[in-house]
């Protein structure tokens, strides 16, 4: 069973830094991508940074600068780095993992999604 567990959320004030964690375990199948998305209240949850299998990187323009995604390939974890925080990026942060499986001796393969429960990221004015 994949389960993803988010830590290092919490209260910042504007302009201060705060590192996200991820670290997933019971992943059996290949990594596509790991990502960070959030959610703000009242707003759809959108992407914040994304790093693929070969190490590309993607970030929303609103981040680009500021915030730095990271991985530990060999521990399955991954880090969000969030640098010069602004109160618009207090919203709930989620850890997504990508995996492709295998399903036939034909290489047919389906590519699934894995979500952590969220860690609360506020920034204060």
């Known amino acids: 069973q994949v389960q993803l567990v988010e830590s290092g959320g919490g209260l910042v004030q504007a302009g201060g830094s705060l590192r996200l964690s991820c670290a997933a375990s019971g992943i059996r199948s290949s990594v596509n991508s790991m990502a960070w998305y959030r959610q703000a209240p009242g707003k759809q949850r959108e992407l914040v940074a994304l790093?693929?299998?070969?190490?590309?990187?993607k970030y929303a323009d609103s981040v680009k600068g500021r915030f730095t995604i990271s991985r530990d390939s060999a521990e399955n974890t991954q880090f969000l780095q969030m640098n010069s925080l602004k109160p618009e990026d207090t919203a709930v942060y989620y850890c997504?993992?990508?995996?492709?499986?295998?399903?036939?001796?034909?290489?047919?393969?389906?590519?699934?999604?894995?979500w952590g429960k969220g860690a609360l990221v506020t920034v204060s004015s």
């Open positions: 997504n993992v990508q995996v492709r499986v295998v399903i036939n001796v034909e290489g047919a393969y389906r590519d699934r999604d894995y």
């Open positions: 790093i693929s299998k070969d190490g590309t990187t």
